[in-house]
């Protein structure tokens, strides 16, 4: 019997269904674009912001910290081993760890930094793209500065210290002294500057999420550091590690903010439509009430008529929500678009919680309506 009356309330007040239901597909096809491209808009974050480069220097602690600044890196080794630790603390907030050597050396008749990258160490042991250059044994690449001022091309073999390498490739200009820098393998550098199995730095990034924009974490990574390696001492960047970290509690803030105004404003949409109806119907009301009908059934019939939208609403909002995310997110977000994918379990928590959604914004004009005198309803009318 409710079931029919719905149905004939829906089919005589077609346009108040159409927009209440318009309501709920809004909210919900906004929380589903959200969602479905929040994964890449955390991972795109993370990749542009971590391009910035390296935020953490781990150096000897015996390092003289003016000859550090001046030269720019230290003069005291390490054991290469060093980064091995930290694959025993997979929880520490190191990630992309890099052992490095660099030395300043004449080369040419010119003063060049020659570096040697290892291959970087994840000890989360979670698959991420490397951050520094991969070099082949053998190879080398070199600074923009460098190659223009010795005109120097790819596939060259130049001999550095004794043993002859091959240019893989040419940097592009940074406007660093990376323009200056030659890269080759670690192990290569080792051998030509004749300290096997030594380092002076292990470049890393630091993967501490902050709570807010007050804390700052150079104190918690020293703690870590200090059981890690208490040979050593850690140098952070901070204006590159306390800008990623404030771009993505930016962005979570954000969302937070905006969305329960979102919710709160369609909220407000589905009960001024649902009183609306209620207040245009009075007279229907009273004569229902009048012909023994109970409070308990018309309110169901309204709440039946909510949940029906609720439901409706939950599966258009998701189709739109869904199309819209795999249309424009990935022009939005290009570095990680192939991660922007459907997401079948938000169908699923749509038509749990839109109809909810409805119920409940639709509860109070409903209590209003019905809990009034019939016969005062009807000599109004």
Known sequence: MILQLVYKEILYRRLNFVLGTLAVTMAVALFVSFFTTSEASKNETIRLTRDMGFNLRIIPESTDMEKFWNAGFSDQTMPQEYIQR??????????HLTATLRKKITWRGREVVLTGLGSEIEPSVRKKSPMSLTIKPGTIYVGFEIARVLNLKE??????LGKTFIIARILSESGSDDDITIYAWLQDVQNVLN???????IQALNCLCLTSFEQDPQNTLREQLAQVLPETRVIMNRTIA???????LMLEKYFAFIMPFIVLACAIWIGAIVMINIKERQQEIGLLRALGYSTGQISLLFLTKAISLGILGAVCGFIIGTAVSLIYGPEIFRITADTIKPGYHLLAWSLIAAPIFAAISASLPI??????????TLRRE
Do not use: C, W
């Open 86 to 95: 930290f694959t025993l603390y997979k929880d520490f907030s190191f990630a």
């Open 155 to 160: 596939r060259d073999h130049v001999a550095i």
């Open 195 to 201: 300290i096997p199995g030594r380092i002076n730095e």
């Open 242 to 248: 306390l800008a990623r970290e404030r771009q993505r």
């Open 367 to 376: 209590m209003i309506a019905v809990t009034q005198d019939p016969a005062l």
